[in-house]
T-cell receptor
């Protein structure tokens, strides 16, 4: 699985958009970009994933660059409950349940 | 609809003992994976079970073993416990359509402390 690079921590004001970057310059053509988050003392929670097109769901938007070497997770209106560690993961999703977690980005939402 | 459930939530063991952790997958899921999360670190993949067989394994010693039952539930066994085995053990379930893997849903974990 390709490695990812994320900033260790970020702050965002409540109500503003939180933009979390991720670099995955060695991603392969068949690898998807996944985002999970982990709120303190809970199990990781799936947020969104994509291959090469931008994706949006009720939680977030995922923007993947055209060369697929980086992506940005956008939480459009951050709330205090979005304070968590966010993990960017790349993986093949055929017959593969292995997620390689890095150290993630600790996002703190400021009131 | 119950999500992924794990038991026990907390337990304390001493070095050299053995432990069994249990996981019930989300309804409709057929695949179970186990992860170890040390304090301050991201989860590390231990292994994955599908159709009652271990299909993938991470870089963990043979002291770590598992089982999947016909109802898709799973157990993680750790023998000869070491202090370094103290961690949060996470179970994740998913559903395979053919070879395609669905999203992984995680339980809240079992926190193991080895003294």
């Amino acid at each position: 699985d390709a490695k990812t690079t994320q900033p260790p921590s970020m702050d965002c004001a409540e109500g503003r958009a939180a933009n979390l970057p991720c670099n995955h310059s060695t991603i392969s053509g068949n690898e998807y970009v996944y985002w999970y988050r982990q709120i303190h003392s809970q199990g990781p929670q799936y947020i969104i994933h994509g291959l090469k097109n931008n994706e949006t769901n009720e939680m977030a938007s995922l923007i993947i660059t055209e060369d697929r070497k980086s992506s940005t997770l956008i939480l459009p209106h951050a709330t205090l409950r979005d304070t968590a560690v966010y993990y960017c993961i790349v993986r093949v999703n055929f017959g593969n349940e292995k997620l390689t977690f890095g150290t993630g980005t600790r996002l703190t939402i400021i009131p | 609809d119950a999500g992924v459930t794990q038991s026990p939530t907390h337990l304390i063991k001493t070095r050299g003992q053995q432990v069994t952790l249990r996981c019930s997958p989300k309804s409709g899921h057929d695949t179970v994976s186990w992860y170890q999360q040390a304090l301050g670190q991201g989860p590390q993949f231990i292994f994955q079970y599908y159709e009652e067989e271990e299909r993938q394994r991470g870089n963990f010693p043979d002291r770590f073993s598992g089982h999947q039952f016909p109802n898709y539930s799973s157990e993680l066994n750790v023998n000869a416990l070491l202090l370094g085995d103290s961690a949060l053990y996470l179970c994740a379930s998913s559903f395979r359509q053919g070879a395609r893997t669905g999203e992984l849903f995680f339980g809240e974990g079992s926190r193991l402390t080895v003294l």
